[in-house]
T-cell receptor
């Protein structure tokens, strides 16, 4: 069974640009969550999607957005990039939203903003 | 803000010893608890989940949960140099606003010395 696939693996962007990251969950998984990981802040929740709807959102500015498609694949977009957006962006896939449901991470996309 | 606390370490143990990693959480309503292992430059890998008070064993790993004390721990028996990594404690919170959202501790770095 294929795991969670994130593309691209690495990105270098310039301040002010925008970026789109992609996540394909494990087959059959319907919940996709996104996290930002930085050395200073650790792993921070961005948002969660289930059945093409954003169900939960973390404390990030509106420049961070996402969506989910009918096949459960998800994208996240960051507009007007800032240097502080440099981070590892991780996507997690879960079968469902229930509490006792495990989440599995993709390899991540490392974004560098210069 | 719901919090998850871990000692950042590093925790250094000799090869073959038992490594004990601890985590406390503030949300008394939390129901689901997870341990992830993250090697440097890699994404988090789920190693244990626990939902009920008591111990749960899987190979060399034992997770312990005490909801009354709001405490989760991970024991690694017969530690190997390949266990050297950062261990992240994650909690799935309570309430509709937290469903699907994992709250992570800052992680404990474990070093297993040959």
């Amino acid at each position: 069974k294929a795991g969670v696939t994130q593309t691209p693996r690495y990105l270098i962007k310039t301040r002010g640009q925008q970026v789109t990251l992609s996540c394909s969950p494990i087959s059959g998984h319907r919940s996709v969550s996104w996290y930002q990981q930085t050395p200073g802040q650790g792993l921070q929740f961005l948002f969660e999607y289930f059945s093409e709807t954003q169900r939960n959102k973390g404390n990030f500015p509106g420049r961070f957005s996402g969506r989910q498609f009918s096949n459960s694949r998800s994208e996240m977009n960051v507009s007007t990039l800032e240097l502080g957006d440099s981070a590892l962006y991780l996507c997690a896939s879960s079968l469902a939203r229930e509490l006792n449901t495990e989440a599995f991470f993709g390899q991540g996309t490392r974004l560098t903003v210069v | 803000q719901k919090e998850v606390e871990q000692n950042s370490g590093p925790l250094s143990v000799p090869e073959g010893a038992i490594a004990s990693l601890n985590c406390t959480y503030s949300d008394r309503g939390s129901q689901s608890f997870f341990w992830y292992r993250q090697y440097s430059g890699k994404s988090p890998e789920l190693i244990m989940s626990i939902y009920s008070n008591g111990d749960k064993e899987d190979g060399r790993f034992t997770a312990q949960l005490n909801k009354a004390s709001q405490y989760v721990s991970l024991l690694i028996r017969d530690s190997q140099p390949s266990d050297s990594a950062t261990y992240l404690c994650a909690v799935k919170g309570s309430g509709s606003g937290n469903t699907g959202k994992l709250i992570f501790g800052q992680g404990t770095t474990l070093q297993v010395k040959p």
